[in-house]
């Protein structure tokens, strides 16, 4: 193969594939492709992996005129906000915790039961198929707290597990000096990667396909990497939004799991506030923390096996409070931070589920859904049948409709999801 | 009929063209083009694929089969009417092959059912044939293939071989696997090409690993001050402490005590050595916990100290600015201490606490020498750098590699320090980077057919070591010798009795019994009051230990299932009921002949893994037991109309009850009659590997008589356990110790797994049906020998699975 006097690099430059900075006031969006024209649009997924107790969550009646339940009543103010459902979940996935946690936002079957999941590769979840229509926009294509996210390969996005690390990616760049020498970096990151790219193409030649394939998909990620590196360059020349307070101190997640999510929560409303991101996602990452109650710990996992123990449901019941508390918390924030005179949450679909029906049973289906905001019209109980389930993915895709996405699949669904109409503005 | 399959492909005949690859690529179009891609819905595979399969074989389905796995809801998940007649992918075969298997089997699960019609001998004997060709040919078709690509697709290093690898090209001890994410196992391990992906993240995360892996190696400008110095504990709250002479502390609880005094500046290899004695222990030794550096991941030991005389210990571990040094006395509880000055229970005194390091080996570090030899980097000319390059280059790649691809890297070098933009450091730096970031740094690079010497030499020290080959290997590789039996036998055994063979028992045990599960739940506090830090810590030791007992004696692959000793400590001991005053140290102890343990599944440790913090579910066992010890891997349903069992832990239900739902639902028993006499195997064990006759309960009954550091416990003893249960083939067991023994009847499909299990391991690639022959062969080759477990690694070694792609 001859020497590339052309670098890689550069042709990605001159083929126009290096994006375009928004606009300071990005009231005129960036035209993507296949991107409709629209105003801000946003997505906050959140999982809560341990389920909630059905009795407690799920109303008895469908339509608006359902009474609360006990979770839904920490709720009430934003009643006409939010949509509750059931009978939805994703077909085909295994009763085990890991397994389903990573399918929760990509709809990819996995075969299996509880402890044994069958070998499966993974999809690409909401949020990034979403970014690679509408990611540029902002500093950040998506964020991710915890693990929730995977690429259009199926490849995981480790997500951030401190609230420091949130914070500093938000809103800290160094003094000048480390400014040039993190510009600096990613510029030799570049030019390190423009020359092992082209090893790999050399490498290639002579491989049988099946090896070829695997040097290919180093290539091919590497283009990725390339323009994510020189999308971050272009952003380095603005700078971060000035932060409002003091970069939070860290707390543990394993002993206080509710004010770690609370902590994330704020960081999350002041990134949408920014506009750091568009598309978020929360894995609230309970497996295995020991929420200091009433004196006693106790692990949030075991309690979640309740057995049916009275007291266990009690205490179970009463962590799950907490956790609607942090929910109302951050619905609160979203409604009181307005853009353009509009509160937040009406530009920001708010996704809460999780990934099992039952966490005594370890059921996948039957999931406890809940979407806020968006935009949507709101305010009701859409109920869908409990022996056989809607897919989930219908949900995604209007989700993906809205965020101006023109598709009309996703994962397991074979369109919007009935009944969730686009409120009349 | 299966010789159209068969005309289809003559895979010998392929072997030794030249080019194989293209050949069987047009081939592999050809076969896709000859077969239905897919059969929609209730509709039968398409006329003229198989006319054997038309005319004789769907017909005998359809009078026998059909009606029970058939349209859309078929029993058991598996759907006959549909199945499409195609060998090749491993999906439909299997399914095919567990068809022939099940039909006039004599098992218990034969099909069809004893009082459904039966076929006649004849069709019997036609589906049995058809099938079995059918696999034939697949499986030659599949060798074809092989030939020409190799078993194993090429892959990258895993996150632990790539920590590993940069340990020992650069001779740095950093733990850069954080950085990387992590990696998805296929076929139960995490070295699968197939599941090894490559990512835009990985790239981003790579760069970042080779920057902090080289600033870790080039440690520059004078040698950091080291510390020495002899700490004491001080006056503190908490935890609770009593001065009992001169600066000597005594602490009366477990909670760990921190020595304030030690701040430390530089990262590094510190010493750290305790001098300490029981107090108030009656003349007993205790056991103290000694533990130090990043506290998510702290190097820790535990410890024996006599009583009212010093014992000094000592460990060494890696600390960063700010990690501290915590010690804590084992087994004395939380306790409230009302009298902390009047206080006569047991104690552990620390008299004092002596630190030194940073620890350096030499002055710049090994790693730096390794890297730069006596080069000043702030003086380096650019002809310095580019050798510097040169030699490391080839080492990285673990091969010889030729000029022009060195030059690149030569060339990148020369290019930055000509713009202007980097200084000779600065650009060497980068260029090092590069190297660390290269495909050929990070994919294993083997061709078709026999592995050349460094292929091997690499293949060999990633399955022993995962990590890079030493400089011996590479050496003999230059040579051309490391490929004879003799010499790879030689070589084997010198890489088993090397420190970083500790890396085969951790990562294969880890992922095989899945070890590295440990952490996935945290035991019931109430429940299992007992279960703590030392306990885990001594029970993820056992197998380990065992493992690499086995190995260096060549012990019976057999003692994986029984055997009448295991690796204990005091601890370990104490929770198996074994009697005798034992250290914190391992140990082999002769175990009792009324004991109840030897061999893996009775390990406190796999029975954690295999049960979570509250139940154990013998279904989960079972399967557990299934797949990695009997060679039974389900085949899961993906649509379970039963739902699951919900637990009970009010006391009043018994397990066993609520199974007898499902072995009672025709569609559920075929399996559970499998799955669940494995798990009811186990059932005198708890999550936390304690042996029970009792079901420990919550609920409103007596607390159990059991006092843990003199407090009652909360739980109470709730229904009895009953063991035992009946297998597939009739064979009745009453507990864990006969059902040992019905394995051991028949170790063949156990050292099968096994074997299979090391094969992915150590290739890196599932085994195929294709594989059987090879597999046949070591397994041969052991069972002549004497069944050993190293018997059975040199058997591997020295196989074509081993030694070809």
Redesign the interface.
Known sequence: MPKHSFTRRRFLKTAGVTLALPLLEATAPAAGVGVSALARRRMLAILYPLSFLPANFFPEQAGPDYALTRYLKFLEPFRRDFTVFSGLSHPRVAQSHYESENVFLTGCPVAGTIGAAAAYRNTVSLDQLAAAHIGSQTRFPTLNVGNLSFLPSGGRVPGMTKPSEFFAKLFLSGNEQQKQAHKRRLQNGQSILDLVGDQARDLKRGLPPRDGDKVEEYFSSLRDAEKRLSTMLEWEDRPKPKPDGPAPQDVSQRDKPFEYLRLTYDLIVLALRHDSSRLITVHAGFMGTYPIFNGSTIDYHNLSHHGKLPENLDKLSRLEDESMTAFAHLMTKLSETKEEGEPLLNRTMVLLGSNLGNSNTHETTNLPILLAGGGFKHGQHLAFSRENNTPLCNLYVSMLQRLGLEISSFGSSKGTLKGLEVAST | MGRLLQNRVRPTALAGTTCH?RFV?SLAWFLIGGLPAAVGAGEAPKEGVDATYTHRIRPILQKYCFACHGGTKPKGDLRLDTLVPDFRTSKTATTWKEVRDRVAGQTADAMPPKEKPQPSAEEVKALRDWIGTGLTAAAAADAASQA???RA????LNRVEHNNTLRDLLGISVDLKPLL??D????GFDNV?A?L????????RY?EAA?AALNAAIVQGAQPKSIKARLTYQKADYPPRRLVKDDTWAFFISAPAEVRQFRPTAGGRYRIRVSAYAYQNQGRPMVMHVSAGDPAAPDEKYFAVAADKPTVVELTARVSPRNSIQIAPYGLGLIYIRDLANYQGPGLAVEWVEVEGPLWDSWPPESYQRLLGKLDLKKASLTDAEQVLRDFVPRAFRRPVPDA?VN??IE?LRG?VANGSSSVEEALR?AL??VL????F??L?ET?GPLNDFALAARLSYFLWRSMPDQPLLDLAAQKKLRSPEELRRQVERLLQDPRAAAFAENFLGQWLGLRQI?A?????VLYPEFDNYLKYSMLKEPQLFFEEMLKNDLKIQCLIDSDFSMLNDRLARHYGIEGALGPEFRKVKLPSDCRRGGVLTMAAVLKI?A????T?PV?RG??VL?NIMGQP?Q?????TV????????GAVNIRDQLAKHRTVAQCASCHQKIDPPGFALENFDPIGGYRTKYRA??KYPKANVKIYDKPVMYSDGLAVEAGDIMPNGKRFKDSDEFKKLLLEDSGPFIRTLAEKLVVYATGNPVRPSDRAAVDGILQRVRDKNDGLRTLVHELVQSELFLSK
């Open positions: 690859w690529l020409a690509e190799g697709q090429m892959r990258r994410p992590e998805e196992a296929i076929a090409g599941g992906q490559i990512t835009r993240i990985h790239h981003e760069l920057e691809k690149k890297y990148f930055k980068q980077m590069a970031c290269a495909p050929d990070l994919l690079y078709p952490d739940t945290t035991p019931d506090r295999t979570n913090g509250t139940v579910s989960l399967a557990w797949n389900l899961l349903p993906s649509d379970l739902p699951a069992v919900e637990p009970d832990i009010r919550l609920g």
